[in-house]
């Protein structure tokens, strides 16, 4: 019933940008918070940027450090979040996921892979 799905990623030169995408499916975005996060091979998952609900908030956003000025979170519709990531580097490099954190448990994409390399 619930589904989501990531998009977006590929080969980008440092320095260049993307857009990710992450559409949900079987319920309303609208109501719960979203997060992006990221795994690269050896390193432990990091949150990337979060973005409230907005039903039970203003719909405030969170960036780490790492990506601050660079990424923003955005909340299209009822069904799509964007993550928009600009300046890449090499560091960037993992596998990102889009999460929905509901009082029911989290709901998890299957991933998109994003690789910065020359």
């Known amino acids: 019933q619930v589904q989501l799905v990531e998009s977006g990623g590929g080969l980008v030169q440092p320095g260049g940008s993307l857009r990710l995408s992450c559409v949900a499916s079987?319920?309303?975005?609208?109501?719960?918070?979203i997060g992006w996060f990221r795994q690269a091979p050896g390193k432990e998952r990091e949150r990337v940027s979060c973005i409230d609900s907005i039903s039970s908030t203003d719909g405030s956003t969170y960036y780490g450090d790492s990506v601050k000025g660079r990424f923003t979170i955005s909340r299209d519709n009822a069904q799509r979040t964007f993550l928009e990531m600009s300046r890449l580097t090499p560091e960037d490099t993992a596998t990102y996921y889009c999460m929905i954190g509901t009082p029911w448990g989290n709901y998890w994409g299957q991933g998109t892979q994003v690789t910065v390399s020359a």
């Open positions: 079987g319920f309303n975005l609208d109501y719960y918070a």
